[in-house]
């Protein structure tokens, strides 16, 4: 089955303690990409990759690491984690021509106290 | 830049009422996609449908369908007949050719269906 995997799915932390959360895609997909969605606001990309070892910045990168060092791989990392980075995180992955829709992980909610 | 807006920030309906759902979209590109997608009540994102800006013409898919014109810079989304199993978080999305086609999403309609 083709899909788009994230773990964890829920995570509470405390500011400061570093953290990851994975992504991993079994399309062979090129372009993948990472989201956060905040009330109001919709979705607002954080970092996306258009292959292995090319990533780029989204709209709100701050505070955000990502490496992509598979094609399937794309996690994210938080070096100090904030409260203001509390939110419902999505990864998504699609086909590396641009025309395709995004196909997207079930979203991990991640609550900094 | 591009920019989409969705400014009705929720809609509540009466089951089997028609519903539209407004997505005004800015780009300079002539080459880009718009895309709706909808997030139900277990918070997944579920692909609906997608547009070319070289494509006008509109498509109806069940009781779905969808208007898109260029000359209003819009991409409408109308649910007939709308169900209980309707009420989601629609979001209309835009991928421009310049930048790699990087995603920009609206804010988000969410809808309401009462039975």
């Known amino acids: 089955e083709a899909q788009v995997t994230q773990n964890p799915r829920y995570l509470i932390t405390v500011t400061g303690k570093k953290l990851t959360v994975t992504c991993s895609q079994n399309?062979?997909?090129?372009?993948m990409s990472w989201y956060r969605q905040d009330p109001g606001l919709g979705l607002r990309q954080i970092y996306y990759?258009?292959?292995?070892?090319?990533?780029d910045k989204g709209d709100v990168p701050e505070g955000y690491k990502v490496s992509r060092k598979e094609k399937r791989n794309f996690p994210l990392i938080l070096e100090s984690p904030s409260p203001n980075q509390t939110s419902l995180y999505f990864c998504?992955?699609?086909?590396?021509?641009?025309?395709?829709?995004?196909?997207f992980g079930p979203g991990t909610r991640l609550t900094v106290t | 830049a591009q920019k989409v807006t969705q400014a009705q920030t929720e809609i509540s309906v009466v089951e089997k009422e028609d519903v539209t759902l407004d997505c005004v979209y800015e780009?300079?590109?002539?080459?880009?996609?718009l895309f709706w997608y909808k997030q139900p009540p277990s918070g997944e994102l579920v692909f609906l449908i997608r547009?070319?800006?070289?494509?006008?013409q509109n498509e109806i898919s069940g009781r779905y369908s969808w208007n898109f014109q260029k000359s209003t810079s819009s991409f409408n989304f109308t649910i007939t007949a709308s169900q209980v199993v309707d009420s989601a978080v629609y979001f209309c999305?835009?991928?421009?050719?310049?930048?790699?086609?990087?995603?920009?999403f609206g804010a988000g309609t969410r809808l309401f269906v009462k039975a």
């Open positions: 998504a992955s699609r086909a590396g021509t641009g025309a395709e829709e995004q196909y």
């Open positions: 547009r070319n800006s070289f494509d006008e």
């Open positions: 990759s258009m292959n292995v070892e090319v990533t």
């Open positions: 399309m062979n997909h090129e372009y």
């Open positions: 999305a835009l991928s421009e050719f310049t930048g790699g086609f990087k995603t920009i």
């Open positions: 780009t300079r590109d002539t080459t880009y996609y």
